[in-house]
């Protein structure tokens, strides 16, 4: 059932305001295949020299950003491309972190099985999610995942005897080999590259452009014979795949759990880097997660009132870059194309 | 770089590491002759921020007082604030220990922060500090080597005193207790619990309510019903102020004795409230209003700095800065050498602590105190601070028990209590 225009419209119009994107409509070139490749081996370049060029804390941070990339990453795939703006997605991230170490600390098992149960439990929580949630967009999408998430943060902080209450849960999970920050380092690199690169190919699968399609018009979809609530339910799993891999990778790095890494706030930190890097982008996840993680410790190594000045950031790229820092970038270098070429 | 010439560089890397990963306790000593530097974690922004804020006062009172240096190396103390969230805890004790090449780590307020750093120092050896950090197995079950409980406390340890004091000296013989539902809790009522019950006292009931409990008269009207001789309650910050109120409001004050955890009657908490905190007994190993001349000379030197009495936050991290002096002293200032260090921290009897009495650690990195079983009391000048009624002298986190035995309990949790069945 689509409920009246005077109720979608505007938040509609929000999240197409968000996800507006010249590149995902009808994506230009903003810049020749060259260029394209030369700033891909740069980036490349860049990323296998971190833990040479700045080894220790650093490149932990780097790891960080790495995987709440790939965490904001997974959010966008929902909200950017299937316009379905998800706070469910931090919980989905913790639960496999919480099974990770659960299986690895309680229950003494090998840290890949762990991964796979961890990836799987996800899985299984973003099926029900999805199922509950599909059928609903704008705000009540956004309402519905907010109370299952918080439903998951409730049962973690209450179920002791599991999940360890407010204290969590610790141990190490990663395997010896992968002790040394470099060999880690590289580990995380590689599987979020290829993660990276999944989910770029799931969004620009023709699968992708049905989710696209619905943004822009679930009834013409429907009218054009597709299933849209199956679709939005394959997209919601996947997305919530994703979101557990990431999950599995931050128990390998934090060898710690605890509510806070289930809570609203976690779900909305990946939101904010999908929104500062810019939605429906899928990389301006990375640039978001780099910006917002660099940024927290920068500004946190000045003054107590780091949270301030983060929210102060928000706002300034809301009002000046609404599209996002890449989609900003993009805009710019499209222009200045057409500048060119005029 | 091509790719071979990648690899081995990176193997070179991989191999370099291994090499420093051998001996993480042993740091080269070329570091010794420039300042020691102590990494102070606490929660300036989150829930807890105002505990928080008055742990950094406590150290750094201390060091403004002795001048900030020890056997002829400066002390330079780097402040981060853990958010009163274990993930942010966890990330800016990586950030001191790895970017500002820390000597050791101290602080840190809720328990869950507190094992997530303790998790981390694990790996790596870096002497950790905990005078706030109450939960249990941190010396106990699960304890670190390099994780010491100087001037804190463990959270069974308090309440043990207490109960046998409402036994034996109040007559009460049916409690009920309320506290909020986290690990904290649990610990606390456990000690209380499991000793006032083998002492023949019986509980008659358990409430946990979610931290931050808005409305308390669900419980006070329960409470109520129940009968019981005295109520015992474990609450911490917001949730203390409210229950003390509402209790009050509830009309159960004067009819119902209240004992309480000594977070209950802290300064951070009372120092608000009036008349309806009066009378409430809690069992802590500083009490603000005692007459020893050094707590009433710390007291007053805190009233004077920071112009309110000293909490527990401000009067454990002050105590902790002590405590370090004296080890820093004892190894006269060679703190890269961190087995020996750790051994001095261990071996310090601390004599001139804010509580005038000597303080110093059992076997399992926890300190043994003389215990003061307080009353909240009106001061002549209208504020309310604890005073004591009576001391229990040499109590150690195991109580009465034997260490060994004890251990082979289980961990105090909502569904195991330690109640001894009548």
Known sequence: ?342 | MNRRKFLSSASAVVAANAVTAVGPFVRPASAQGGPIRIGLLAPLTGVVAAGGKEMVEGFNLYWDQHGKKVAGREIEIIVEDDASNPDTALQKARRLVEQRNVNMLIGDLLANTGLAVAEYVKGNGVPYFIPIIAADDLTQRKRIPNVIRIAGYSASQMPRPLADYAYHKKGYRKVVTISQDYTFGYEQCGGFCQTFSENGGQVLHQFWQPLNTADFSPYLAQIQSLKPDVVYAMETGADANRFIQQYANFGLKGKIPMLGCMNLTDQSVIRTLGAECDGIVSSAQFCEGSTAPATEKFVAEYEKAFNKLPSLYGFSMYSGAMWLDAGMKAVNGNVEDRPKFLAAIRKVVLNDSPLGRPVRLDDYGNPIYDVYIREVKRRPDGKYWNVPLETVPNVSQFGKYDPETYLKQASYSRTFQGIKKS
């Open chain 1, 1 to 342: 059932m689509r409920p009246p225009l005077s109720m979608r419209e505007p938040l509609e119009e929000v999240g197409d305001a968000l996800a507006d994107d010249a590149l995902t409509r009808t994506p230009p070139r903003v810049m020749s295949s060259r260029a394209r490749l030369i700033v891909a081996i740069a980036c490349v370049a860049l990323l296998v020299a971190v833990p040479f060029v700045v080894p220790g804390y650093k490149t932990s941070l780097v790891i960080e950003t790495l995987i709440f990339a790939t965490l904001a990453m997974s959010i966008d795939l929902l909200a950017g491309y299937a316009g379905r703006v998800s706070l469910g997605h931090g919980a989905i991230f913790g639960i496999a972190t919480y099974v990770v170490l659960y299986h690895v600390t309680t229950g003494g098992g090998s840290p890949w099985v762990a991964m796979l149960l961890g990836v799987a439990a996800a899985t299984v929580a973003a099926v029900v999610f999805a199922l509950l949630a599909i059928r609903t967009s704008g705000v009540y999408f956004l309402l519905l995942t907010l109370a299952l998430g918080m439903i998951v943060w409730g049962m973690c902080l209450r179920w002791t005897s599991v999940t360890g209450g407010e204290n969590g849960l610790r141990g190490t999970v990663a395997p010896a080999w992968l002790a040394a920050q470099p060999v880690f380092y590289f580990f995380i690199l590689i599987a979020t590259s290829l993660m990276t690169w999944l989910m770029w190919r799931f969004a620009h699968s023709p699968f992708g452009l049905t989710l696209q399609g619905i943004r822009e018009s679930e009834s013409r979809m429907r009218t054009l014979g597709y299933n849209v609530p199956l679709h939005l339910f394959i997209g919601f799993t996947v997305s919530g795949f994703f979101a557990g891999l990431a999950g599995t990778l931050y128990a390998f790095f934090n060898s710690f759990v605890s509510p806070s890494t289930v809570a609203l706030a976690q779900s909305v930190e990946g939101l904010l880097m999908v929104i500062v890097g810019g939605v429906g982008t899928l990389f301006g996840g990375l640039v978001g997660a780099a910006v917002i993680i660099a940024l927290e410790n920068l500004v946190s190594f000045y003054t107590e009132r780091w949270p301030m000045v983060l929210g102060f950031m928000f706002i300034v790229t809301m009002i000046f870059a609404p599209e996002g820092l890449l989609g900003f970038a993009r805009t710019l270098l499209a222009r200045r194309g057409a500048e060119h070429r005029s």
